[in-house]
Every structure is written in structure tokens, then in C-alpha cells.
């Protein structure tokens, strides 16, 4: 099948009208900063809302089940994320316009509010098997679970698997996103989640070049269009997600169980035995993700199928920017240019990241250059993430200085080592 490519794919993004998103989101700044991270296809997000379906139905170009804007190469797939009856975070998909309408129309019947700010994710009192049959059934779409290992709105904060959220649905979901603080690895300890492919994605609120993109995937496909993703799903032909790409699972901010006011970190016995209340300020322990895991996982389990696509880790070139210069913020005006510069010259984020030979990177800018090297090579330490708080990456020059590094921060780097040393007050 030789019209197939490696398409690389961001399937979780917001419109304007959802909570806590920048209000230029728009999909001609979408087209355009994808373009310079070099993805090529991009979930429109929030297509039940009435203002942002209106603008995708404006700038969008649909030809054989693809949609496009303008003379961009960026293919779109029209998408939602839904809160369902739980709470529990849902993606769906689907294949034009009239399904989307269809869809609203019966939302709309169930008196369920679609329209305005604020609306772009709506809040549905479905659960998600009756959501599943309405998406899959009638309205021809995919719907899996968003972010699954989130505390509150993950499908695991409130069932021990995806197959028990879904019931008779069950089999006909194919697909789960892991979310930020979870890589393929953790969600495989689950045994129930092997007849699932996992998406990685962005779930950006704003089109910065370290949000849009932050997470995607590599797929094996013909177009970005529905058609071409339930085949994927299916495994059609040599149809397959080649590479998830991704942060690193400390980088999340509820990958260790952790105090959520000042983020003391617990392994999960201690946090049982202390009642789930931080023995430093009192306030609540949050279990994090790969506990959570560990939890449900069974050590007779295959460790993977052999379907899945291998994990890469990635940092956002912006980030590294940053770090590289020290700045405070990864969207000053003078990472920004450089990002810009580099993107530019070299023509994508993705490209530099990962492609472009490292002396002609070096050889535009020493400094970035070198980290960009170290990030290949692997010379990155995390102050693991937890209780809302993201982890930090450290980028070492050198395999000496990672060596160092990991010495001095022996008690900060992992899960639960910071207050291992320290007894329990409820063990005297
Ligand atoms: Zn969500
Ligand atoms: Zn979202
Ligand atoms: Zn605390």
C-alpha cells in the first residue's frame, strides 16, 4: 500500500470558548503553528459549540472526508471532548458536519447546554455507554476516554477499568489517551487496557509551540481524515500509531502521589497510613498516577501487546529554549525569537527535535544546540511532578554532570524519596 505516510498527529486541542483558553485560538493560527511544529494533523476540538462550529464550517474545506484550511497542508479531524455522567472526560470524532449536527441536535433534545463561553467542553448527565451508542451507532464516530489516569475527570478515577465506564460498549472502544502524567509503559501495567491503543496528545489551551504538539503521534495512514483513523484503530493494512510522542511521565503534574497544597511527595503505603492527610500542612494527599497503576496491575500480565507502538519522550524545543537561556518563561519575546529562528531555518520543531544533524543545530547557536544535543542523548533528570505540580526537567551538559546531578538531588528526583527518610508521625 504505497499511498500510506507517517503523519504526525495532535488529536486533543480546545476552541476559544472552553474553559481557561486563550481567545485567539483560531484555526488559521492553528494551521499556522502547526506548520511550523511540523504536525500535519490536528483535532479541531469543540465542535458541539454553536460560535466555534460556526467558525470550523467557515474556514474549513471538506473534500472525500478531509478537511483543510486554505492552501494549508494541515488536515483537521472534526472532535469534542465531553464530560460525561461521572465526570468522566470523553473524546469523540467524527467523519463530517452532518454527524456533528446529529449529534448536537440530540444533545439538544436532552436539554444539554451546547452554546456560549465556557461551553466548548460540555457537561453531559450520559454516561458513556449510552454516549458510545450514540456517537459510534448513530452519528458514525469514535469515542474513547481523554487523559484516563487524571485524578477527577479520568476514566480511572472512577472505574477500574475502560471496558467497566462503557459496559456493552466495551468492545467497541479502541482507543485511550494517556494524558500527561502517564506513558505507555504505566497504562500497560493495567492488563484490561491491552486491547486498547493509546493516544498522546496535547490537550492545549492555547497554540503556543510548547502547548500545541507538546504530546502527538506518529501514525501510518493515507490522509487525516475518520475514515483513515478507524482503520488505524482496526489495524488495517500496515495501518498502525508508530510512535507515541511524549513528555516524560514525571513531568506531570499528578504523576507521584503528593501533597496538593505543598506537594510533599508519599509513597502510596505511607499516604494509606496517614489517612491520605499531608503530614506537613494537614491538607489532602493526591494518589498519583503510576500508583494508581501499580495498584490494579497483575504481575501475571503480559507486560505489553504486541501492537504497541513504542513510547519516545520529548521536551518541547521551546522549553529547552528556555532552559538553555535560563529564562523565566518559555513565551518571552527572547525564546520566542529563537524558537522562531530555529523553526524557520531548520522547517519544523519536530525536525529539530528529532531529525536535523546536531552540528548544523550547534553551529546556529552553541548554547541551544548543546542542549538539544544533551536532550538526544538522554542527559535529562526530572523532579518528578505531583499534586497539581508539574515536574521539572534538568538538561545536563555532560554524562559527568548528570552523574553529579543525580547525587545532589537523590531525595527530590523520585516518586517517594523525599520524606523516606522521615518516619511517620502514626508509626511513634
Ligand atoms: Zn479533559
Ligand atoms: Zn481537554
Ligand atoms: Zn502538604
Keep these: 500500500m504505497s499511498n500510506l505516510k507517517l503523519l504526525d498527529c495532535d488529536m486533543h486541542v480546545h476552541g ?15 494551521a499556522e503553528q502547526a506548520q511550523l511544529k511540523g504536525l500535519h494533523v490536528l483535532a479541531t476540538g469543540d465542535c458541539l459549540n454553536k460560535e466555534w462550529l460556526v467558525h470550523l464550517k467557515n474556514s474549513l474545506i471538506e473534500s472525500n472526508g478531509t478537511f483543510s484550511f486554505k492552501d494549508s497542508e494541515i488536515q483537521f479531524i472534526l472532535s469534542t471532548e465531553i464530560s460525561d455522567l461521572h465526570n468522566v472526560h470523553q473524546l469523540c470524532y467524527f467523519p463530517d458536519f452532518a454527524s456533528v449536527d446529529l449529534f448536537r441536535e440530540k444533545l439538544i433534545q436532552q436539554k444539554v447546554k451546547l452554546d456560549g463561553k465556557g461551553f466548548g467542553r460540555p457537561w453531559v448527565r450520559i454516561g458513556a455507554e449510552k454516549l458510545a451508542e450514540t456517537v459510534i451507532d448513530e452519528c458514525k464516530g469514535l469515542i474513547g476516554p481523554a487523559h484516563g489516569f487524571t485524578p477527577y475527570f479520568g476514566v480511572f478515577a472512577h472505574f ?11 468492545s467497541e472502544i479502541k482507543f485511550m489517551e494517556l494524558g500527561l502524567s502517564a506513558d505507555s509503559d504505566i497504562a500497560d501495567l493495567i492488563e484490561s487496557n491491552h486491547s486498547l491503543q493509546y493516544f498522546s496528545c496535547s490537550d492545549a489551551h492555547s497554540a503556543w509551540s510548547d502547548k500545541l504538539g507538546r504530546e502527538f503521534m506518529r501514525i501510518r495512514m493515507t490522509e487525516g481524515s475518520l475514515n483513515e483513523l478507524k482503520k488505524v484503530l482496526d489495524l488495517k493494512g500496515e495501518r498502525r500509531i508508530e510512535t507515541n510522542i511524549g513528555l516524560d511521565a514525571r513531568e506531570g503534574k499528578y504523576h507521584c502521589t503528593a501533597c496538593s497544597e505543598c506537594f510533599a511527595k508519599y509513597s502510596l503505603d505511607q499516604a494509606l497510613k496517614l489517612k491520605m492527610k499531608c503530614m506537613q500542612c494537614g491538607k489532602s494527599i493526591k494518589r498519583g498516577v503510576r500508583d494508581l497503576a501499580l495498584q490494579l496491575h497483575n504481575p501475571e500480565s503480559k507486560s505489553k501487546p504486541e501492537y504497541r507502538a513504542e513510547y519516545v519522550r520529548s521536551i518541547p524545543l521551546a522549553e529547552i529554549i528556555k532552559i538553555a537561556f535560563k529564562a523565566e518563561n518559555a513565551h518571552s519575546k527572547k525564546v520566542q525569537t529563537v524558537w522562531r529562528n530555529f523553526v524557520e531555518e531548520f522547517k519544523s520543531e519536530i525536525a529539530i527535535l528529532l531529525d536535523v544533524p546536531i552540528e548544523n543545530l550547534i553551529q546556529k547557536n552553541p548554547e541551544v544546540g548543546k542542549k538539544i544535543q544533551a536532550f538526544r542523548n538522554n542527559w535529562v533528570l526530572f523532579m518528578a511532578g505531583g499534586g497539581g505540580n508539574y515536574g521539572v526537567p534538568i538538561i545536563c551538559d555532560s554524562l559527568k554532570e548528570l552523574e553529579q546531578k543525580k547525587k545532589e538531588l537523590k531525595n527530590k528526583l523520585d516518586c517517594h524519596s523525599e520524606l523516606q527518610a522521615q518516619k511517620i508521625l502514626t508509626e511513634f
Design 16 to 30: 476559544p470558548n472552553s474553559g481557561g483558553v486563550s481567545k485567539n485560538m483560531s484555526i488559521p493560527l492553528m
Design 160 to 170: 477500574n477499568s475502560v471496558q467497566q465506564c462503557f459496559g456493552s460498549m466495551a
